[in-house]
């Protein structure tokens, strides 16, 4: 079992930006794929971004273009850069492991961190 934990979040403007952490426990971290997925008030959580164990990326077309993904195996830890937030970005946001094409996350969900984008 892999513990996931998030941080950076918090409230932003609209057009601001924010780096997410995700540090996973366990030295098997590399192997994995990783996603980002995100919960809005009132609705389903949804994927996010994705990276693989090379490195390769993948993201939904609503974030396309202002959010990275990214990872660091040595520190055991993926992120996520967003830019150019708006107010429909607004919620909390969790990673984990995935697998499949469809991205379905493997272990237990973290605690999340919150985003706000407001005016």
């Known amino acids: 079992q892999v513990q996931l934990v998030e941080s950076g979040g918090g409230s932003v403007q609209p057009g601001g930006s924010l780096r997410l952490s995700c540090a996973a426990s366990?030295?098997?971290?590399?192997?994995?794929?990783m996603g980002w997925y995100r919960q809005a008030p009132g609705k389903e959580r949804e994927w996010v971004a994705a990276?693989?164990?090379?490195?390769?990326?993948n993201y939904a077309d609503s974030v396309k273009g202002r959010f990275t993904i990214s990872r660091d195996n040595n520190k055991n830890t993926a992120y996520l850069q967003m830019n150019s937030l708006k107010p429909e970005d607004t919620a909390v946001y969790y990673c984990?492991?995935?697998?499949?094409?469809?991205?379905?996350?493997?272990?237990?969900w973290g605690q999340g961190t919150q985003v706000t984008v407001s005016s």
């Open positions: 366990g030295r098997i971290f590399g192997i994995y794929d």
């Open positions: 990276i693989t164990s090379d490195k390769v990326t």
């Open positions: 984990n492991a995935v697998r499949g094409s469809n991205y379905v996350p493997i272990f237990s």
